[in-house]
């Protein structure tokens, strides 16, 4: 990503220069927001999450899924 692109479409996810646009120029979406510059609780602009395997591999295998 490039400093420049610090904001994104909300409807397709598309990287743009700034809301001045009006227009998505993929999608035609006009709702806008700005990239975070870091994430809350995250080191470096990772994320850790911790997933029980197991847990998992049961709901995979249950009727609700």
Excluded at 2 to 13: L, P, V
Excluded at 15 to 25: A, Y
Excluded at 37 to 57: H, N, R, S
Aim: some cysteine; charged content about 25%; overall charge negative.
């Amino acid at each position: 990503m490039t400093d420049a692109e610090d904001w994104q479409c909300s409807d397709c996810g598309t990287l743009i220069n700034g809301p001045e646009t009006r227009k998505c120029p993929i999608c035609g979406g006009i709702n806008f927001y700005p990239l975070a510059d870091e994430v809350p609780g995250g080191q470096d602009g990772t994320v850790t999450i911790e997933i029980d395997l197991d847990e998992a591999l049961d709901h995979l295998t249950s009727e609700e899924s």
